[in-house]
Structures are given as C-alpha cells and as structure tokens.
C-alpha cells in the first residue's frame, strides 16, 4: 500500500464567547494557559509519533475555538518546535483561523513571518443584525478591516468564511454578503449553509431559518455570483491553484494527526489498517497528558470513503478507494450501480465523481452506501 499523504490538525480550544451554532468542542475564557497548552500540545504530538511512519507533514491546520487569541510568539514556537519533531515539506501549506473580532496588524503581521501563510478569517456575514443573530463578537467593519491588515501583513492566500440559510436571511442578503467578500479578492471561498447541529443553543432554541425552496434560490443565486471561481467541493470555491490542500487530503481520504484537547485523527499503517482517534476534551485531563478519549476502527469505509470524496466536484480516480482504503473497488459494485441508476454518480475515464444530482442529494446518495 501507498505511503499516503499526512497532514496536521491543531485544535485550540479557546473561545472569548461561543456561538449558539458551534459544535466544536470550546470553552469560554478571558486567561488562557497559553504556555502550559503549548507544552502540553507538543507532548501530545509526541505520543502520536507511532502514526507517522517517517513522513513528513504537507499540511498544517490550527482551529478552533479562536486560534487568533494565541500571541504570535506562541505560534512561532508551537511551528518551530513541531518541525524539531516532524519534518515539513518543502511547500508545505500552514493555515490559521482567524476572528475578525480578534485581528491586530501587528499580530497578523508576525503570525505571517512565523510561517502561516494561509488565513481562514471567520466573518460568516457582513451584515451586522446576521451576525448578532449569530452570536459573533465582530461587526461588518472588524470584518472589512481583517482583509485589508491581512493583505498588508503579506499573506497572498487568504479564505473568507461566509454562511447562507442565516436566520430570516433574503436571497438579496446572502448576495450582498458574496459581492462585499468578493470585493476583497480571496483566493478561496467556504460558503456553506448554517446547520442547527445537535445539543447546540441553536438546536435547543431554533431561529427561524430559509425554507428549502429558499435555500435552493440563495444556492443558484450565489453560484453565479462565485462563476469565477472553481467551485470544487459542496461548499468550497476558489481561484486557479489555490484548492485548500488540507481539506483535500481529508477528502481524498489520507491520513492526517490531530492534537490538542478534542482533536481527531485518522491513520494508517503499514499493512493498511485505518485507525481513527478522537483526544479528550476534558483539559484537565489533557494537561494531565491523558490525551485519548477514543480509539477504534472504522465499521463502514466504503461510507466514510464516500462521504468524503463525493464532496469534491470532480470526485477521485475510481483506484483510489483501493488504495486508501485497502479494499477492492468490486466489493461495492452492486452499490456504485444502485447510485449511478438513481443519476447520482458517474464512471467515466477511471474517475468517480458525483452528478449535479448527486452533490445537490448528496445525503440521499450516501444512505445507499449505509
């Protein structure tokens, strides 16, 4: 089996406020531990040097929570003490999350010089009733202001994160929020539709939302604004050369390590086995160095498999699911017929990509694969 690619997740669990939306594992603080987190992050790497098999990483992605509520000297630290472990390619793609509420010149500025050279700035809306609607702690000014210090800080691939399907959000809104984004020239777009994701404020409490019909309007009207760029995920867009090369390598199916307190991981050995991880969220316990919540093998690749490379527009070569899976692509046969016979696949070339109906349905297709 291919060595397959490995990339690097970074979880910083550090809020200044949660949003009523998120359901990624945070914690509201106005201190952070940031020393003794950093510490612990790199010793948690450590623990998980079993999975790297001498590969060097290709990409790195530090989330949250709010990773901008880290000084630049900690992310200095954090990428110089990492490379001392684990050996980086030579164009390797660093990607930081940024809020706008959290954005300093300065800091972006030194962020950049320590080796992040791609920013996903969280702006969501730049319509300041959506974002009180959505707990945000920006305004559409914070939002502007973030671009441009980004652009003067040096970074020449930045991500703006917008959603759609906002509470009493118009067709006209989610196009005013495209155009002013667009106005900024971002090298990549991930617009996607607001979730009311489970034991969220959100879900408890639910804000009246789109309907489908809406929704669908919103999708149309969005994408021929986007007609410029490449839309080549189900809610990723970008410029020529700019695809984000970590969220590939999750979507072609490679390995990647996660760390920090509620991370997940995904890797496979040398005889092929896939293992996936998940790391506590208990910080306590994650200061203590007992970093594992969970380990397991998954039960379904074939669907695992599926929910991730039917995401991309172009989908993968049909041998890829062999090759990071470990299984052969005729033990699925009779399930790919049912998808293709329903218009929700295609075969062609030795490539295996979903159809317009397909990424529109995309849950319909996967529930043949269950």
Partial sequence: MHALPLSLYIHIPFCARKCPYCDFYSTETKQIPEKLYIETLLEDLKNDL????????TSIFIGGGTPSLLTARSIDLLLNEIEKIISFESDI????????????QQKFSDIYRAGVNRLSIGIQSFQNEKLKALGRIHHADDAKRAMEMARLAGFKNINIDLMHGLPNQTVEDAQHDLRTALQ??????????LTLEPDTPFALHPPVCPTEEHLWQIQEAGEQLLSEYEHYETSAYCLPGYTCRHNMNYWQFGDYLGIGAGAHGKTTDARGKITRYEKTKNLAYYFNSQFIEKIYSPKNLPLEFMMNALRLTHGVPLDTFRQRTGAQIAEINPLLEIAKNR??????????QPTALGQRFLNDCLEIFI
């Fill in 93 to 104: 793609e660093i990607t930081m999350e940024a809020n706008p509420g959290t954005a300093e």
């Fill in 343 to 352: 218009g929700f696949i295609k075969i062609e070339h030795g490539r295996l």
């Fill in 50 to 57: 079993r999975y790297v098999q001498g590969r060097p990483f």
């Fill in 184 to 193: 900024f020239s971002p090298e990549h777009l991930s617009w996607y539709q």
